[in-house]
């Protein structure tokens, strides 16, 4: 499964969703739906401004978690 930590790095970073909806240029709700692991996809543009707003690497945001089938 696939794990967004976007919560984790926006703690580390101090920042609000709404300071990086504002940076990123993505609404709240989608930016939400992205934070509580309800998102589909992402696109890459949209995770290059992420990860420039936070300063830090795709594998900070992006975890492959091995469950159990």
Not at 10 to 16: I, P, V
Not at 27 to 55: E, G, Q, V, W, Y
């Amino acid at each position: 499964m696939i794990v967004i930590n976007l919560d984790v790095m926006m703690a580390k970073r101090k920042m609000s969703l709404n300071e990086l909806s504002e940076k990123v240029g993505i609404t709240l709700a989608n930016l939400s739906i992205l934070k509580n692991n309800k998102a589909k996809a992402i696109r890459f543009s949209t995770l290059d401004a992420i990860c420039h707003a936070l300063n830090c690497e795709v594998g900070d945001i992006i975890e492959f978690v091995d469950t159990p089938d």
